[in-house]
């Protein structure tokens, strides 16, 4: 039987990407992504859903997030859905859904840098990218 694990999300970047080294080597970049369904309700009013989604970068692709993501840029993030668990600083056992961004199916594609914002519009990812440590 075939299996996908496959995530496109189109939205914007809740804050500045947050860059750490990896135990292993390597280097993982993190942001959260905010999508936004909108919909008329019964009486015909608008309304609106923001959904907030964690997205973890590994590999090549760390660099140029870091350095092309900011707050409010549009982007379409492409990766798979992986939920870990770990032991915060408090010693308290978390769980965490992520959407992550490695090797040649991952691909973070900046669509504009900030709304009304001018700037170079990228691409981080892609068949390039080897892909990198996923731990931490």
């Avoid at 804050?15 to 750490?20: A, H, M, T, Y």
């Avoid at 959260?32 to 309304?47: F, I, N, Q, V």
């Amino acid at each position: 039987m075939l299996h996908i694990n496959r995530v496109t999300l189109l939205g914007y970047a809740g804050g500045d990407p947050e860059v750490r080294e990896l135990p292993g080597g390597g280097r993982a970049a993190t942001f959260r992504l905010a999508t936004t369904e909108r919909w008329k309700d019964r009486e015909g009013r608008p309304a609106e859903a923001t959904e907030w989604h964690r997205i973890a970068v590994y590999g090549g692709a760390v660099e140029a997030v870091a350095t092309m993501v900011r707050r409010g840029a549009a982007l379409m993030v492409e990766g798979r859905s992986a939920t870990r668990e770990y032991t915060d600083r408090r010693k308290i056992a978390r769980k965490v859904t992520e959407v992550v961004v490695a090797g040649p199916q991952g691909m973070v594609n900046v669509l504009s840098p900030r709304p009304g914002g001018d700037g170079d519009v990228g691409r981080a990812g892609g068949a390039g990218d080897a892909g990198g440590d996923e731990d931490g």
